[in-house]
Structures are given as C-alpha cells and as structure tokens.
C-alpha cells in the first residue's frame, strides 16, 4: 500500500541467492504502453541477478494520459510532480515490506536520475547507483558520502546530450510540450562530478581509453565514480549488453542508436564489477 492504493512490484530471486549481497532495485526510463519496462528482460537484469546471484526488485510506475506514459513521479524528477503521491514513498513501503535496509539502484533513462533521488533522499541506505543513459537535472538533492556509482553513456546520445542542451527526439520534445520542462535541464556530464564531490574526491580522475570507450574513474576504493563514455558509432541511447532481434525494439529505440553486443561491452556486467559483486562472486 502506497498513498492509500495498492501497488504491484515485482521480484526475481535467484538460485541461491549471495545474501552478503545487498539486493538491486531497477527502474526503466519513461516508457509508452510498457509499464513494467524493460529491465528484468531485455535489459537482461533478470539473467544478471542469476548470475551474480543479487536479488532484483522492480517497482511498477504508475500512467499517465490515458494510461499511455509510465514514469517516476517525486519533486525534482524527470516528469512533472503531481501532488497526491510520491514515488519515493512506494519505493520505501517496497523496502519495508522486503525487509531491505540497503540497496543497490540502477536505472535507465528517466530512471537513472529518479534513481540518483533515492541516494540522496535515503542516505545510508543505497548503496551505489548505476545510471544508464541518464542525467543530472540539478534537481537532486546531493548523494550521501560513500555511494558508489556507474554512468554509462554516449557521446552522441540524442535523448539526453553529454554535455546538455536541446534534445533531437521528437519523443523528448513532445514530452517537454506536455509539461515535463525538468528534461530540458539534462547535464549527464555532471554525474560523476557530484558523486566525486560527495565522497570528497579530487577533481582529475583516471583515464583510460579504447577504441570502445572513454573510461574516467575518480577515487579508490569501495565507492568509487566510474563514467564510460561509449563512442561513435554506439554513442547513442541505449542499454549496451541488451537482447537484440525480432520483439525487442522499436521504432524509436533504433533511432536511439544501437546497442553493443554483451561480448563487446555490457552496462550490467560493467555495474556488477563496479559495484563489487565480482569480487563476491570470486571469492565464494
């Protein structure tokens, strides 16, 4: 219960799960006629909760306009508020519910940044964050010392730019006519500097490059800021890693550009290592 209303979530335990582990709670981006998103399946979570053996929890947003836009409602984020209800609350009746006193969060899109809300509105209790092709809006409050993060993003991305400004989309534009102008103020590149600047990082980071990506790491240690920025010709709006084929995209989704193969690049294997659980994994 939520607001008075009864909310779905749903929840994908492993095999014997690693309960050294703190559990992943993902969230997709704003999607049309998909509600429940993407990230267990195509996204390929579901397959990386099997094999990192992390339990992954997937809220369920609530529609808009006539049931046809599903998106993260909380003040500062991507859509326009809407008093009545706050997603962080469903969030947290999730983590009561589950018993969770810490998580991981990862988001695509709109989720990413609805995700860097929870790390700084629930200090302590996200553990790191993983943003997919997603933002920094100025909204947010700052994330608390010690949370880890991963940003995966693309150099040409026409959804979100690096580095702000007007969005090519039609989709985004159309989104911003309808009231979510919080869009327009898109700063992915500023990201990894607030993390830095959390967790008291100096300002130059490590970097290195391939023929791939640009990799920047700021600070040591267990909450470390890692960007891979991803180059042409995959620079664009998309989870690298994903399924691919027949079912999988749309019209818009290829013009977002197309994902790396998971043997080339893939954000969730790339979270898993950032975030630690490889090493769990190793040493189990």
Not at 15 to 43: H, Q, S, Y
Not at 216 to 231: H, M, S, W
Request: overall charge neutral; aromatic content about 10%.
């Amino acid at each position: 219960m939520s607001a008075g209303e009864r909310r779905p979530f749903r929840l994908h335990v492993p095999e014997d799960p690693d309960l050294r582990l703190d559990p992943v709670i993902a969230f997709d981006g704003v999607t049309l006629w998909n509600p429940e998103g993407n990230m267990g399946g195509i996204n390929g979570l579901d397959e990386a909760s099997d094999k990192y053996k992390f339990v992954a929890v997937y809220p369920i947003p609530k529609t808009r306009y006539f049931g046809s836009i599903a998106g993260w409602n909380t003040p500062g984020g991507c859509l326009t508020y809407r008093a009545g209800y706050d997603d962080l609350d469903y969030v947290q009746e999730i983590f009561t519910l589950l018993s969770i006193e810490r998580a991981y969060a990862i988001g695509f899109s709109a989720g990413a940044q609805f995700a860097h809300i929870l790390a700084g509105k629930l200090p302590g209790r996200i553990t790191g964050v993983g943003s997919i092709c997603g933002s920094w809006l100025g909204t947010e409050p700052q994330p608390a010392p010690g949370t880890a993060l991963l940003v995966v993003h693309g150099e040409e991305d026409p959804v979100q730019p690096y580095h702000g400004g007007p969005a090519r989309m039609m989709r985004v534009r159309l989104l911003a006519a309808l009231g979510n102008r919080n869009l327009l103020l898109s700063r992915p590149d500023l990201q990894a500097q607030a993390y830095a600047a959390a967790n008291a990082y100096g300002p130059v980071p490590q970097i290195e490059e391939t023929e791939v990506y640009v990799k920047r790491t700021f600070g040591p240690g267990t909450a470390p800021a890692v960007e891979y920025l991803i180059r042409h010709p995959y620079g664009g709006h998309t989870y690298h890693g994903r399924r691919t084929g027949k079912g999988t995209e749309s019209d818009l989704s290829r013009q977002h550009g197309r994902p790396l193969p998971p043997e080339k690049f893939s954000c969730n294997d790339k979270f898993a290592a950032t975030m630690g659980f490889t090493r769990c994994l190793e040493g189990s």
